[in-house]
């Protein structure tokens, strides 16, 4: 620990002072950094990381280890207070370390929001293929660990969640395969077209809607044709999202037929499509 002034007085200068490091970190600066707490050091080098060089960092990471500060925000992390935690997430994610990657998942599931965000945050960062298994488990369990959470890291480590997630689809009861469909559909990946189009048309209602609006959020217009099928769909709640997805697809093809949903008997359709022919109109007029 430093003087009790320490805080105020030279933690923008050690800041500066590692930003303006060249080449390897001077042994001044390495005693200094130390020297501090576990809690202490964490956010001045999260402050200092977006202005670090790479050289730098990797440095910053030895010594993190080699003086066991990595252990101690890991315990943290496990079992600190929620501030604690959280800055020992996001200090873990920043230096990317590989073997937070547990203590992280574990942390997603955190009553604490800002646990849950800055473990998912860190989750982000690390871009960890291993986690795959373990976050594709956990769409089967939403209370343990939240969906959007999971979406999100799914979403970051990019295409190659696809593939599980299109496996995962075709094994799942329509509870959890509209959770994954919706993931899906935020990749906006053309692979995935033709298992969604399958959903939609073969799919029970629940899991038809939630393919008509991943259809939507895609933006691809290939998908419009069967979307307007679906218009004529026995489920109020299958035609309504049919509809709006039509309307965030701009297809003003399907103008008659959203404009036939207007007299449908269910209001949910009615509202969609008088939302979706607005949006039509507006695209027509741009």
Do not use: N
């Not at 992390?77 to 547990?102: W, Y």
């Not at 994954?180 to 038809?208: H, M, N, S, W, Y």
Request: hydrophobic share 50%; with cysteine.
């Amino acid at each position: 620990m430093l003087w009790p002034g320490w805080r105020r007085r030279d933690r923008q200068h050690l800041i500066t002072d590692l930003a303006q490091c060249r080449g390897r970190i001077g042994r001044g600066l390495r005693r200094q950094l130390s020297l501090l707490d576990p809690l202490e050091l964490a956010p001045l080098l999260i402050a200092a990381w977006p202005r670090l060089g790479p050289d730098i960092r990797s440095q910053l990471v030895s010594l993190a280890e080699e003086e066991g500060f990595v252990d101690r925000w890991l315990e943290l992390l496990a079992r600190g207070r929620a501030g604690a935690r959280v800055t020992a997430a996001t200090i873990l994610g920043e230096m990317e370390v590989g073997r937070a990657l547990g203590p992280l998942l574990e942390a997603l599931g955190e009553r604490e929001e800002g646990v849950q965000l800055a473990a998912t945050a860190a989750l982000i960062r690390l871009r960890d293929p291993r986690c795959l298994e373990p976050l594709l488990a956990a769409l089967a369990e939403p209370r343990r660990w939240p969906p959007a959470r999971v979406a999100e890291i799914l979403l970051a480590l990019g295409p190659v969640s696809i593939p599980p997630l299109l496996a995962l689809l075709k094994q799942s009861a329509p509870e959890l395969a509209v959770r994954v469909i919706a993931i899906l559909g935020l990749f906006k990946d053309p692979r995935t077209l033709p298992d969604l189009e399958d959903c939609l048309q073969r799919g029970p209602a629940p899991v038809r809607a939630a393919a008509a609006r991943a259809l939507g959020e895609m933006g691809l217009a290939r998908a419009a044709p069967l979307l307007q099928l679906a218009l004529a769909d026995p489920e109020a709640g299958v035609r309504a999202a049919a509809a709006r997805a039509l309307g965030r697809l701009k297809y003003r093809q399907a103008r008659k037929q959203l404009q036939a949903c207007l007299d449908d008997g269910a209001w949910e359709v009615r509202a969609a499509a008088a939302a979706a022919l607005q949006e039509v109109a507006a695209a027509r007029e741009i």
